[in-house]
């Protein structure tokens, strides 16, 4: 059995999917690459190969974590709205808020929030897209929504990321 054949079926064991494993598989060989100069033994880097993707899997399991209770939280959030039907001047009161907050934001912070929320597009679309990595749309998306938090109620917030969309906002002014 060659390397990458050994190292796909270690990272398939672990990761949660065949795009997972092709990442996870890249990013090794990619470190390696970066690496190899330094290495005494090019002959058998498959122990350092396991070691990287040991690493990245950690990684890969500690952001799907911290996804898992950003989620929770969002539940929680949702759970304690009372309501998420506002009045048409409390839905324009927030279209205005939130206006003001996306203007605040550097042009490509708001181009990666308006594609996500517009658009539907994964954190991997967008990096297509706009030639980044996916991790780079991901901080991104995570200081856009701060920077919500900061303009908008708690409320206003969960409107802004269920029910709103950022097409109903006109930025002609």
Not at 87 to 94: E, G, M, T
Request: charged fraction near 25%; include cysteine.
């Amino acid at each position: 059995m060659s390397t990458k054949e050994n190292l796909y079926a270690y990272v398939k064991k672990f990761a949660s999917s065949s795009q997972d494993v092709e990442d996870i598989m890249q990013q090794c060989y990619i470190r390696l690459w970066l690496k190899i100069d330094d290495l005494n033994d090019t002959q058998n880097v498959l122990p350092l190969l396991y070691t990287y993707a040991k690493n990245l899997l950690i990684d890969a399991w500690r952001k799907q974590s911290a996804e898992q209770k950003n989620l929770q939280e969002y539940g929680y959030l949702v759970a304690n709205t009372r309501s998420v039907s506002p009045a048409s001047s409390d839905l324009r009161a927030v279209q205005e808020q939130m206006k003001k907050a996306l203007l605040q934001m550097p042009e490509r912070r708001r181009t990666i929030f308006l594609l996500r929320k517009e658009y539907g597009l994964s954190s991997f679309e967008i990096a297509e897209r706009l030639k980044i990595s996916p991790q780079a749309v991901r901080r991104h998306l995570d200081e856009a929504v701060g920077l919500l938090k900061k303009h908008l109620t708690a409320a206003d917030l969960l409107l802004v990321l269920v029910n709103i969309s950022p097409a109903a906002i006109s930025f002609s002014s």
